[in-house]
């Protein structure tokens, strides 16, 4: 079992770019949340989808989207880059709710 | 919203010193997980624990969901445990994990 994966490992972009991030959900795993950790913080909520739709959002502005895909795996988009978005991403995998959860090694953009 | 609070922020320990790490929670909640984060940013997960009593050798730890908290256990510490550990819970109304601030452990050889 591969458990969740994540690419890019690393990223830099400039500002005003638009970056897409990807995770591959740990076998058998249905729902796919997305968090962003600043440095020296906890992990921030994005969103979460379940059935190739957004179930839930975290305080996040309308330049993060995302989607999933039938097989279950998921996209993070990020348009318009700001210095402040330059943080670990992380993608978390589950089978449905409230069940234990497992995360990727997550994916560094850096912001310039 | 609900609040997540972990103690203490940072803990400096001498290899095989054992350590309590605490979370607490204002609200009920459905899921409890304690994870290690690895120097590269890894979350590995310790224990799915929403409440009760868990062990996985040196480590351990208990939930008390009526008393909203929890506690992690680590015994004869290892440098290899140094990192950040974080509490992480899951409202009853579905909100997905909130994150407490981690705490910071350094074991010293």
């Known amino acids: 079992d591969a458990g969740v994966t994540q690419s890019p490992t690393h990223l830099i972009k400039t500002r005003g770019q638009q970056v897409t991030l990807r995770c591959s959900p740990k076998?058998?795993?249905?729902?796919v949340s997305w968090y962003q950790q600043a440095l020296g913080q906890g992990p921030q909520f994005i969103f979460q989808?379940?059935?190739?739709?957004?179930?839930q959002r975290g305080n996040f502005p309308d330049r993060f989207s995302g989607h999933q895909f039938p097989n279950y795996s998921s996209e993070l988009n990020v348009n318009a880059l700001l210095l402040g978005d330059s943080a670990l991403y992380l993608c978390?995998?589950?089978?449905?709710?409230?069940?234990?959860?497992?995360f990727g090694q997550g994916t560094r953009l850096t912001v310039v | 919203g609900i609040q997540v609070e972990q103690s203490p922020p940072d803990l400096i320990l001498q290899e095989g010193a054992n350590s309590t790490l605490r979370c607490n929670f204002s609200?009920?909640?459905?899921?409890l997980q304690w994870f290690h984060q690895n120097p590269w940013g890894q979350l590995i997960n310790l224990f799915y624990?929403?409440?009760g009593t868990k062990q996985n050798g040196r480590l351990s730890a208990t939930t008390v969901a009526t008393e909203r908290y929890s506690l992690l256990y680590i015994s004869s510490s290892q440098t290899t445990d140094s990192g950040v550990y974080f509490c992480?819970?899951?409202?009853?109304?579905?909100?997905?994990?909130?994150f407490g601030p981690g705490t910071r452990l350094s074991v010293l050889p």
């Open positions: 076998s058998g795993h249905d729902t």
């Open positions: 992480a819970v899951e409202l009853r109304s579905g909100q997905n994990f909130v």
């Open positions: 978390a995998s589950s089978a449905g709710f409230f069940t234990e959860a497992f």
């Open positions: 989808y379940y059935e190739e739709e957004e179930r």
């Open positions: 609200d009920s909640v459905n899921n």
């Open positions: 624990i929403p409440s």
